[in-house]
């Protein structure tokens, strides 16, 4: 069981709601708890996040690889000199797939760690930070700025685009990224192709969430579009205006009608896209 | 939160929300019932009473009386007298006491808090 311990700075006073939708229509914070390093005793960089069906939380941390069974926090593989950027959880195999400095693999049981380093093609080696990891389609994606490396779980393969790419994102089973030239690729097969007409080119993407016909494009710059087969179109420009100067890392869609939108200077904001309402 | 600086976030299996920052990490209870209503949503003071109308919640403090609603942000009715506010709801709807340690009041709320203009009725 987590242990609550609020900070109480300023806090006036508490109250308690009914559950459910009447609960979420009303003002208010959400109780927040912060772990501080000092707490985790690890890096101050937290980057992604993952999860196992024991409910176990797992943080890729600057300094290594955080584990969280509610009560107290583990480190793995800690100060190897290359800082974690991505995890994902494989249930079929229950391995936690990491990404982190010129170096990718996974933890089996007993946190014993597989580099998969020795099985990309010769010529591919040359890759920096891998900021996402993702399955899809039976295979774990590794996505770099130089490539996308593909595991299948027995071999490993590259898509490449000229130019090399930004980040990359998983919506629907899809994975998408961005060349450099600011264009939305998708992987079909082995290769990169542009699947929707888009607006914005110049900056780049923050987020791509399944929406109607298409899909969202978040920039970093606060525009929001939709893109479908037939076109691409402003949406949600009230946001849009809230988010501009903010400087999105990432948005991530809720189980329910909610995105969120983590920022760089302006900390979160929670959007309902049925509403048109956020929080922040 | 404490900190601005938002990297990425993460919903469990519990639907809870953990967020990656640039010097810590985060959870924020989505599924929690508890809301905290305090000076981020502008309600300034220490916490006395609330109550439920039709239109929303009111809250009573000691700088005076606060109708969140469905804003980002709380309005403050009512501040004018004093530091210590007492407030019960009267049977009659619409009616409420609110009043201070030298004299109790009686106003006339309208129910719509969009009208900010309260009325006194009585006073002692």
Redesign the interface.
């Given at each position: 069981m987590?242990h609550f311990e609020?900070?109480m700075r300023?806090?006036?006073?508490?109250?308690?709601?009914?559950?459910g939708p009447q609960?979420r229509?009303?003002?208010?914070?959400?109780?927040?708890?912060?772990?501080?390093?000092t707490e985790?005793k690890a890096g101050?960089?937290?980057?992604?996040?993952?999860?196992n069906?024991d409910?176990a939380?797992f943080?890729?941390n600057n300094l290594g690889v955080l584990s969280f069974n509610g009560n107290t926090w583990e480190r793995h593989d800690f100060k190897t000199g290359k800082k974690k950027r991505s995890l994902a959880f494989d249930e079929s195999t229950n391995r936690l797939y990491v990404g982190s400095q010129g170096e990718f693999g996974f933890f089996e049981e007993d946190w014993r760690y597989v580099s998969l380093i020795d099985q990309i093609p010769p010529g591919f080696g040359d890759f920096d930070e891998v900021w996402d990891v993702f399955l899809a389609n039976s295979n774990i994606y590794f996505c770099t700025f130089q490539g996308i490396y593909v595991y299948d779980g027995q071999s490993i393969t590259v898509i490449e685009q000229e130019g090399g790419i930004e980040r990359s994102f998983l919506a629907d089973g899809k994975i998408f990224t961005q060349s450099q030239q600011g264009r939305l690729l998708e992987i079909e097969g082995s290769k990169l192709v542009q699947p929707y007409p888009q607006g914005q080119t110049g900056t780049k993407i923050a987020g791509v969430i399944p929406h109607d016909e298409g899909y969202l494009l978040v920039y970093n710059s606060g525009q929001i579009e939709l893109a479908t087969p037939f076109g691409v179109s402003r949406k949600y420009d009230a946001l849009s205006r809230a988010l501009q100067g903010t400087y999105v890392?990432?948005v991530?869609q809720?189980?329910d009608t909610r995105l969120?939108i983590?920022?760089?200077?302006?900390?979160?904001f929670l959007y309902d896209l049925q509403e048109g309402?956020w929080?922040? | 939160?404490?900190?601005?600086?938002?990297?990425?976030?993460?919903?469990?299996?519990?639907?809870n929300?953990?967020?990656?920052?640039?010097?810590?990490?985060?959870?924020?209870?989505?599924n929690?019932?508890?809301?905290?209503?305090?000076?981020?949503?502008n309600?300034?003071?220490?916490?006395?009473e609330?109550f439920e109308t039709v239109d929303?919640?009111y809250?009573t403090?000691s700088n005076g009386i606060y109708f969140?609603?469905?804003?980002?942000r709380?309005r403050c009715i009512s501040a004018r007298y004093g530091k210590y506010w007492l407030t019960a709801l009267m049977k009659s709807p619409g009616n409420y006491m609110q009043g201070t340690t030298q004299a109790y009041f009686f106003w006339k709320m309208p129910l719509n808090p969009t009208h900010s203009r309260i009325q006194m009725v009585y006073g002692r």
């Open positions: 987590l609020y900070n300023y806090i006036s006073f508490l109250i308690l709601l009914l559950m609960a229509a009303l003002s208010g914070k959400y109780p927040i708890r912060n772990f501080m390093p985790y101050i960089q937290n980057i992604d996040f993952a999860q069906r409910m939380i943080v890729a890392n990432h991530l809720l189980s969120v983590a920022t760089q200077t302006s900390g979160l309402t929080k922040q | 939160m404490e900190s601005n600086a938002c990297l990425r976030s993460f919903q469990d299996y519990s639907g929300l953990w967020v990656g920052m640039q010097n810590r990490i985060a959870l924020i209870h989505l929690s019932p508890m809301r905290f209503l305090n000076q981020e949503i309600i300034q003071g220490s916490g006395y609330a929303g919640t809250f403090t969140p609603g469905k804003e980002r709380s």
